[in-house]
């Protein structure tokens, strides 16, 4: 039986509906040991089935990621919701698998794997695991931001003095989009906190996918976005009269994400993509972020992250050169989605548009499409604009 189950994961040929796999996943999360699991206590006996199943130990992992990923693409109306629900009990055996050496080097294999491969003729499959992850960390954090700005702007309305003054249909009104958004912001706070719990686990030691130049400046937007809502003047908008009502707990979260900037900060790429995030970021996020960990007294990080801020303002500085020394590049060098300075230009091949290739990977992540005509398109059909390029670094070597 539990052979069958992880096969059915791993082979969408056995089992080609989405939904089934995903139950059979569910089913795994049973066997976790007790007091573990986002749902139901568990009711099956497998303590020791994760350390003792060859089976599982070879191929759990991947079976895992697949469905994940799968679960993704079901062509219903209701996936999005659904696959959030799908979801969490896969990231209580990732974390029960994280601290089994066995399971662990499987993870740290498939992104060895990912990071040898990301630009090939297949996208990896951790690096689509990592894609999804990113796509819902990104929707959940906002839209729980979002849902707690418009919970706190009613509860305003309810304790000020124009409350009185309104007619009943008015302040029936304000009670419905309190009533919604409450519910929003409770589901998406609950879903965020354990999906970005797993995002930091799996970056303690596994850094290299999440710095690939097609998934690291969608990581830092999305950190600087959320960290800014947390420890800057937008703080403010999420100051609800009850925090736990709605599953926030934002010095928790504060934590939890500046640990993903740690774990990730040795990683001079990380450190580049922070601040070519022109929405969200400035140093004084970093500066902001470390006063509210050393009012939670957590001293190692408030050290550590510090010294990250020094290495973010080096690549600032370098940045900000090379950046004044490029400018004004002719726009047939420009990306057309992006509008930056290529650097790897690729043709691609029913539109005839030359894109940079990390730009068009990343959008392959999501959408295996051509953006300016919808036809299908894979990274291996992505052909090398060599002229181009020649021209950019020429263009490039005249301007030093």
Same mark, same amino acid.
């Given at each position: ?80 919701? &659904? ?7 896969? %990231? ?25 491969? %990301? ?8 690096? #689509? ?17 979002? &849902? ?25 009104? %304000?009670?419905?989009?309190? &009533? ?6 409770? &589901? ?19 850094? #290299? ?16 976005? $959320?960290?800014?809502?947390? $420890? ?7 100051? $609800?009269?009850?925090?736990?009502? %709605? ?58 992250? #510090? ?38 230009? $690729? ?54």
């Amino acid at each position: 039986m539990t052979m069958l189950n992880i096969a059915s994961c791993r082979n969408s040929k056995l089992i080609s509906n989405p939904h089934v796999r995903a139950k059979l996943a569910l089913l795994l999360s049973l066997m976790l040991p007790s007091g573990q699991g986002s749902e139901a206590q568990p009711t099956l006996s497998g303590e020791d089935f994760f350390y003792s199943h060859d089976v599982a130990k070879e191929h759990l992992i991947e079976a895992l990621l697949k469905v994940f990923i799968d679960i993704e693409f079901t062509g219903q109306s209701f996936q999005f919701e &659904n696959k959030f629900r799908y979801r969490i009990p896969m %990231y209580d055996i990732l974390e029960h698998l994280w601290k089994i050496p066995t399971y662990r080097a499987s993870i740290e294999l498939l992104s060895e794997q990912a990071v040898q491969s %990301y630009d090939g003729s297949e996208i990896p499959l951790f690096l #689509r695991f990592i894609n999804l992850m990113l796509n819902d960390a990104t929707v959940q954090l906002d839209e729980g931001l979002q &849902n707690l700005a418009k919970v706190k702007e009613v509860e305003d309305m309810q304790s000020s003095q124009q409350w009185p003054t309104l007619t009943n249909e008015e302040r029936r009104a %304000y009670l419905e989009k309190l &009533n919604e958004a409450s519910m929003m912001a409770k &589901n998406r706070n609950f879903l965020a906190m354990r999906t970005v719990r797993a995002l930091a686990m799996i970056t303690m030691d596994t850094r #290299r996918p999440f710095v690939v130049p097609t998934l690291v400046d969608r990581l830092a937007a999305m950190l600087n976005y $959320v960290l800014q809502h947390l $420890v800057g003047a937008k703080r403010n908008e999420l100051k $609800v009269k009850d925090l736990q009502k %709605y599953n926030f707990n934002p010095k928790e979260l504060t934590k939890i994400l500046v640990a993903v900037y740690l774990n990730l900060g040795h990683e001079r790429a990380f450190c580049e993509a922070l601040p070519r995030d022109q929405r969200s970021f400035s140093m004084d996020l970093l500066h902001q972020a470390e006063q509210v960990l050393r009012a939670l007294r957590e001293e190692d990080m408030v050290a550590e992250l #510090r010294h990250l801020a020094q290495r973010v303002q080096k690549c600032c500085d370098e940045m900000r050169v090379e950046e004044e020394r490029y400018e004004e590049a002719p726009e047939e060098f420009l990306d057309p989605l992006m509008s930056t300075l290529m650097s790897d230009p $690729v043709v691609l091949p029913t539109s005839g548009v030359s894109m940079d290739r990390v730009n068009i990977v990343r959008h392959l992540l999501s959408d295996m499409s051509d953006p300016f005509n919808r036809q299908p398109l894979t990274p291996d059909m992505l052909v090398p604009n060599t002229d181009l390029r020649r021209k950019i670094e020429e263009w490039k070597a005249n301007r030093k």
